[in-house]
Nanobody, 123 residues
Framework: QVQLVESGGGLVQPGGSLRLSCAASGSIFSINAMGWYRQAPGKERELVAAITAGGSSNYADSVKGRFTISRDNAKNTVYLQMNNLTPEDTAVYYC?????????????????WGKGTLVTVSS
């Protein structure tokens, strides 16, 4: 059973910083891309940033220059460093990963999601 567990959300003032972490655990054979999505109240879930196993990354235009995604393949963990936060960044942030477990190691990787962590930017 593969699980993704996020941590690091909370309340921060505008201009502040937070670092989110997401650790994958279970019977993992390999992890392809990992990423962060967010969903603000009344809005659809959107991609924030993603990173391949080789370290190539891409970002939503709204967070470029402020957010940095990174990963530690040895720990099966992905991070999102968020700087210069604004109230528009308030949302539930979800971790996503494309994973093969040992039972499906010869198949197309499956999408796994964390339960989300709330980030609130407010004074």
């Amino acid at each position: 059973q593969v699980q993704l567990v996020e941590s690091g959300g909370g309340l921060v003032q505008p201009g502040g910083s937070l670092r989110l972490s997401c650790a994958a655990s279970g019977s993992i054979f390999s992890i392809n891309a990992m990423g962060w999505y967010r969903q603000a109240p009344g809005k659809e879930r959107e991609l924030v940033a993603a990173i391949t196993a080789g370290g190539s990354s891409n970002y939503a235009d709204s967070v470029k220059g402020r957010f940095t995604i990174s990963r530690d393949n040895a720990k099966n963990t992905v991070y999102l460093q968020m700087n210069n936060l604004t109230p528009e960044d308030t949302a539930v942030y979800y971790c996503n990963a494309q994973i093969r477990d040992w039972a499906t190691r010869y198949k197309v990787p499956m999408d796994y999601w964390g339960k989300g962590t709330l980030v609130t930017v407010s004074s």
